[in-house]
Nanobody, 124 residues
């Protein structure tokens, strides 16, 4: 089992940047592919990005491709989401999730463990 804790959220103006971190404790993060999801107020949770166990494969949603970068440092048991050129529509609670099967899934159903989320607010 792994415990996930997100950090790095906050409030920035449109065009700005934030870097989210997801720190894991318990089992080593290398055992999991990792994903980032977000949920805006009143909307369903949506996939943002995913990264393979070794970080050699990544996938992104169309809405963030070219602006967000997912990465991981298995030695630090941490996954990151670098968010650039932020837009008001990126406002949401961002969650990291771990998948023991190692699938770069875009559905929350394939992920086994979730963090508590961190709020990101982008003002225009």
């Amino acid at each position: 089992q792994v415990q996930l804790v997100e950090s790095g959220g906050g409030s920035v103006q449109a065009g700005g940047s934030l870097r989210l971190s997801c720190a894991a404790s318990g089992r080593t993060l290398r055992s999991y592919s990792m994903g980032w999801f977000r949920q805006a107020l009143g909307k369903e949770r949506e996939f943002v990005a995913a990264i393979s166990r070794l970080g050699d494969m990544k996938r992104y949603s169309d809405s963030v491709k070219g602006r967000f970068t997912i990465s991981r440092d298995n030695a630090k048991n941490t996954v990151y989401l670098q968010m650039n050129s932020l837009k008001p529509e990126d406002t949401a609670v961002y969650y990291c999730a771990a998948d023991a099967e190692g699938i770069l899934g875009d559905s929350g159903r394939v992920y086994d463990y979730w963090g508590q989320g961190t709020q990101v607010t982008i003002s225009s």
